[in-house]
């Protein structure tokens, strides 16, 4: 249904000249749709003339009903109401005439009036469907045709009031609900008025969705914009007998046909970044499995109940054990509700098995920095880092001031965090070393993720000062080789990822000074934005006897230069 549209051989005169509008929605493929169980039909305009619709062979592939545009506001008649409303009654059909709402243009009660001299009345011949009231988004201009909630409810009692004057008939109303909300405040005033809901889903037909709030059931609804029939595709709720009764404004009651699909939502478990959904479903006609759609935070996710139920085969022993279902999902962290739709064997008319909620819990690492200590050797970092998608030790990134210096892996053994976390255990202490320039610096850790979640901060970063950055570093060998001693180790300064000097002396005089420069993977390893040239590897010359050889980093920046590990004592 819709606004007028001018098609090819329709003047100006005849309707707005407007440009046709697309419809937001495609076309639902003909293999889908709602229960066969419903009474099919569908509705047009001129927008598809009469001379192009088979109407014999709609109602052959089982069309019981149309409803006809016959005016628009009070300006506008339908060059094919006319020879749409003869072809439909000559084969038999069900039809009725529709209006569409222009409130801005005239009255309730002079719509109403125009809508009746050309075609909208209502006689009780059983074949005549109840006139109807399109009212939905204005094509063309403001949603709601710049009347208020008040203005809109007040002209819509002005068309009720008219059309019941005019034919007797409290007349339908086709709209959607968003439109009702924003346009009426979703009024409830309009309980009497038979309902026609606008709703086009894309793979679950079970019903028009939310309802205005004047409503708890419908009659008809249109669930497509294009398919098997020309025009919109509707469904009567109720059987042909009940779309008789509809037609003579009699009180047969209207009610959807019943699903043979059972089962049960037996659970919701929360888990780490997931839920786990699981109960059974079944056909009350077949043995054979069936399919269940999970929805949770709008992701539908279909799967087959198949695993074994021996209760189920105890309380339905026709259809046998084969219909549990467990399935894990991923969901967001918190409070989450998961719904499940059990679908029959024939695909149609399924059945909610209900919703229940869960608290999922973040599957991202966490932890704590326990402390950041400065040491002559730099920062001494310690704390506990837990993924909760795994048992096993994780990556932890220390950070100075937002950039990552170092790695660890929190893999030390801590039976505090193994009673607070029993499944995970103990294996998730870590402590290291980090360089830290001289100056005020923040220090974070971070844990690196396994699996669901990402990356994340392990307890909260701590601030430490180091009032100066003085060489630091190893003296690894001092190996006697004729008459020299070979010395090796490395050191480096916090100030600089350069290479530094260093100095050998032995027995406390200066003998030799060389570039840390050699390259040692170890140390980029365990201080990564200093890099791996730290290195140093040389020879010096002793004379006979006991000899006492240190090293020393000579200072960049701040600081003073520094022993370089310990001192050792050599003998040639």
């Not at 927008?47 to 088979?54: A, E, L």
């Not at 919109?232 to 404004?249: E, H, K, P, R």
């Not at 009180?251 to 970044?273: C, F, N, R, W, Y």
Request: with cysteine; glycine share 10%; charged share 10%.
């Amino acid at each position: 249904m819709g606004y007028s549209r001018v098609v090819a051989g329709e003047s100006a005169a005849n309707g707005p000249a407007v440009s046709p509008k697309t419809r937001s929605l495609s076309a639902v493929p003909a293999a889908a749709g709602p229960s066969s169980a419903y009474v099919r039909g569908f509705d047009v305009s001129a927008w598809q003339p009469n001379s192009g619709i088979n109407w014999a062979s709609h109602y052959a592939n089982g069309a019981r009903f149309a409803y006809i545009k016959a005016t628009e506001g009070t300006t506008y008649r339908s060059s094919q109401f006319g020879a749409q409303w003869a072809a439909s009654s000559n084969v038999g059909m069900l039809r009725g005439a529709y209006v569409f709402a222009t409130p801005n243009t005239a009255s309730g009660a002079a719509t109403a009036d125009y809508f009746v001299a050309n075609g909208g009345g209502w006689t009780a011949d059983g074949r005549t469907l109840p006139p109807m009231l399109d009212i939905e988004n204005n094509p063309y201009g403001a949603e709601c045709y710049g009347l208020s909630q008040t203005a809109m409810v007040s002209w819509l009692q002005s068309f009720n009031a008219e059309m019941v004057k005019k034919t007797g008939r409290t007349p339908a109303i086709y709209t959607n609900v968003s439109w009702w909300k924003n346009c009426t405040g979703n009024s409830a005033a309009f309980g009497a008025n038979p309902y026609v809901p606008a709703f086009w889903p894309s793979t679950n037909f079970t019903g028009p969705g939310t309802l205005g709030a004047s409503w708890k059931s419908w009659h008809v609804w249109q669930w497509a914009d294009a398919g098997t029939f020309p025009g919109d595709q509707d469904v009567f709720n109720g059987s042909a007998s009940a779309l008789t009764a509809f037609a003579l404004n009699r009180s047969e009651s209207v009610a959807a046909p019943t699903s043979t699909a059972i089962g049960h939502l037996d659970k919701v478990a929360g888990g780490s970044g997931t839920v786990t959904v699981s109960g059974w479903a079944a056909d009350s006609t077949t043995a054979s499995s069936t399919k269940v759609t999970v929805t949770v935070n709008g992701v539908a996710t279909s799967v087959t109940a198949s695993s074994a139920r021996p209760d189920v085969a105890r309380a339905y022993p026709k259809q046998g054990r084969a219909h549990g279902f467990s399935v894990t999902v991923d969901a967001p962290v918190g409070k989450t509700t998961a719904c499940v739709t059990a679908f029959p064997s024939s695909g149609a008319l399924t059945k909610s098995l209900g919703c229940s909620t869960a608290t999922v819990a973040n599957p991202s690492p966490h932890g704590a920095l326990d402390a950041a200590k400065v040491t002559t050797a730099g920062v001494t970092v310690s704390g506990w880092a837990i993924d909760p998608d795994t048992s096993a030790s994780i990556r932890v990134q220390a950070k100075v001031d937002g950039q990552v210096v170092q790695t660890l892996t929190a893999s030390a053994n801590r039976s505090d965090i193994a009673r607070a976390y029993p499944t995970a255990g103990a294996k998730h202490g870590f402590t290291g070393t980090v360089l830290v320039p001289s100056g005020k610096h923040t220090v974070c850790m971070t844990g690196v993720n396994v699996g669901r979640g990402a990356d994340a901060a392990v307890g909260s970063c701590k601030t430490v000062t180091i009032s100066a950055s003085s060489p630091r570093g190893a003296f690894d060998s001092a190996k006697v080789t004729g008459s020299a001693v070979a010395v090796a180790g490395w050191a480096l300064d916090p100030d600089t990822s350069a290479p530094i000097t260093v100095q050998i002396a032995v027995d406390g005089t200066t003998v030799k000074s060389v570039k840390a420069e050699v390259s040692r993977s170890d140390i980029a390893r365990a201080y990564p934005k200093a890099g791996a040239k730290h290195g140093f590897s040389t020879t010096v010359a002793v004379p006979s006897g006991s000899h006492l050889v240190c090293i020393a980093g000579v200072n960049v920046g701040a600081g003073t230069n520094a022993a370089v590990g310990g001192c050792k004592t050599v003998t040639r």
